[in-house]
C-alpha cells in the first residue's frame, strides 16, 4: 500500500502533471471504481463507485486538465476514507 500512497501524493500535489494511466491505476486498483470504456467516438473514460451517486470522467487524450484530476481525486477520498488511516 505505500507505493499507492506516494502515487496518491504524487498526484494530489501536482494534477497539472498526471498521466492517464496513474490516475486510472488508483481509481480502480485501489479505489474500487469501475471504469467503462469511451463509446461512440469519444475519448473520455467514465468511473463509477458502487457507494457514489457520482460519475467522474477523464479524457484519455494528454494533457489531462486539472479539473478532471481534482473531481477524480476528490471523489477518491470521500469513497476510500479508510486508505487514509495510517
Known sequence: MPHYKKLYEKIKNNPRDV???EI?????KVGGFTRRNPGGGSSHYTYSHPDSE?????????PIKPIYIK???R??????EDFFII
Open 19 to 21: 498521466r492517464f494511466e
Open 24 to 28: 486510472d491505476k488508483l481509481l480502480t
Open 71 to 73: 473531481k477524480a481525486l
Open 54 to 62: 457520482d460519475i467522474i470522467t477523464i479524457p484519455k487524450d494528454k
Open 75 to 80: 471523489a477518491f477520498e470521500i469513497a476510500n
